[in-house]
């Protein structure tokens, strides 16, 4: 993993639900082609958004109740907090444009 953060069921909490920037949750597995696909996308906005937001990722194979308790059913699930909050969620592969977006709404929100 480049950029991106690793986020686990140790450090959600601190990293993730009380951060004081928005954070970008990628849901993924390394068996999930399209979780592969959209791979570099998230290293990308991580490396550009350094500062600004948190962009990590979870891995649904090592942290099971972290995909339970936010109901991800299907990978990759991209979800976005703000003040411990879920703001946004997309299912699927998604453009940089669109996850770039989605972050710099839920910090002018």
Known sequence: MGNAMEFTEANFQQDVLDSDV?????FWAPWCG??????????????ENTGTFRVGKVNVD??????????????????IFK???LVQQFMGVQSKEKLQQALDEAKSA
């Open 22 to 26: 928005p954070v970008l949750v990628d």
């Open 34 to 47: 399209p979780c592969r696909m959209i791979g570099p996308v998230i290293e990308e906005l991580a490396s």
């Open 62 to 79: 090592d942290n099971g109740s972290l995909a339970m308790n936010y109901n991800v059913s299907s990978i990759p699930a991209i979800m």
């Open 83 to 85: 003040g411990g909050q």
